[in-house]
């Protein structure tokens, strides 16, 4: 009995060190992904310790990965990149072990010292959104862009340096510029109610959380209490995230009160400068690229900026509102609605309008048709 009892607890000590899942992940699409993040359940692997947890490739490399925590005080989720050419499959481990320290390439925060801007960045791009302490500038819910051309995170940096004088994030010091004009309009990608012809903005939100802060994913939720929309107002709640190596946001959103008669503009802002708009019902998207100039005393020619906006779930008509160019969807109350926004630059990945032009299909594609991950145990 108790050599039976003693060969039980080898064999338990046996899979208990070799706790192991096998990953497949194929794509069935025609474009290739590079560096696309992908979500695992925790759910699927409860045994293991997840601060013990190592990603493998196919040949055995560690890979970057993240637990995502959504907002609770508990692991949810497990994220890592996947690099995948259209129609091939590979295959990654995951297991316990010792995992690399990983550098961060996502970052979000709230920025009290700059009127409760909500500032976020990756590897890629950076972006803001506007909060109570500028009410008194009229700000909308539109969408800020940070252009930059490095790897760097650098929200930190450019918000201590401009607000003490050293160094203007609007004058472009080797790293980027913030030369994007958002007024009271939906800037680079924002959403609001439309009816007859108008578009319903928001004023700055009410209030946030963040959910997770990187290092490969970074989201939180922006809470709008009074929006107005005809005779009343509204509520609604977005939750935006931005992964490592991606120029566009993934963007959710609900709307709470009566929406009568109600659709869905998300688009972007048509500045006075050198424009050219690419967009397509059929093909889902917006895109927008024109001529930046820095906003300094001495403006200087910083190249072109894109924008866009991508509809995975499709949309049914795009056109020209009110100095903007909007995609309009139909809207259900306290439906979520999905769809990307994000921008790009011609100093750091696109070197012409219509490379820009060509990311913005194929990550239609990719949205609309992800990566296909199988769990072995």
């Known amino acids: 009995m108790k050599k039976l009892l003693f060969l039980l607890l080898l064999v338990s000590l046996f899979f208990s060190c070799n706790k192991k899942a096998e990953i497949s992940v194929f794509n069935n699409s025609e474009v290739d992904r590079n560096g696309e993040i992908i979500e695992l359940c925790l759910c699927q692997m409860p045994e293991f310790n997840k601060s013990k947890i190592v990603v493998l490739d196919s040949v055995g490399n560690q890979v970057p990965f993240q637990i995502l925590y959504k907002g609770t005080g508990k692991p949810q989720a497990l994220v890592f990149p996947v690099t995948l050419g259209a129609g091939k499959s590979t295959g990654f481990t995951i297991k316990e072990g010792t ?13 009290p010292e700059r009127k409760d801007d909500i500032a976020w960045e990756n590897d890629r791009i950076g972006f803001r959104v506007y909060g109570p302490a500028l009410a008194a500038e009229n ?19 450019w918000y201590k340096n401009d607000l003490s004088g050293v160094a203007s994030y609007h004058e472009d010091h080797g790293e980027g510029l913030d030369c994007y004009k958002v007024a009271h309009t939906l800037g680079a990608g924002g959403i609001a109610p439309f009816m007859k012809d108008s578009i319903y903005l928001a004023n700055y939100y009410s209030r946030y959380k963040i959910l997770d802060n990187g290092p490969l994913e970074s989201s939180f939720v922006l809470y709008y209490d009074n929006i107005p929309f005809g005779n009343h107002e509204l509520r609604a709640e977005m939750l935006i995230t931005l992964k490592a190596g991606s120029n566009l946001n993934e963007a959710r959103i609900k709307y709470y009160g009566d929406t009568t008669g109600f659709k869905l503009a998300a688009g972007i802002y048509l500045h006075d400068s050198i424009q050219n708009i690419n967009s397509s019902v059929e093909k889902g998207f917006i895109g927008y690229a024109e001529n930046l100039v820095s906003q300094s005393k001495n403006p200087v020619p910083s190249g072109r900026g894109y924008t866009g906006v991508v509809f995975p779930g499709g949309v049914n008509e795009i056109k020209k509102v009110s100095d903007h160019i909007i995609g309009i969807c139909d809207y259900k109350t306290g439906d979520e609605f999905r769809y990307f926004f994000g921008a790009g630059w011609s100093k750091f990945g696109f070197a012409s309008d219509q490379d820009w032009f060509g990311y913005l299909s194929s990550q239609k594609i990719a949205v609309s048709q992800p990566l296909e991950v199988k769990i072995f145990r």
């Open 99 to 111: 995992p690399l320290e990983i550098k961060s390439k996502t970052y979000v925060r709230f920025v």
């Open 139 to 157: 700000p909308s819910n539109g969408i800020d862009v940070w252009y930059k051309r490095t790897n760097e995170l650098v929200i930190d940096k």
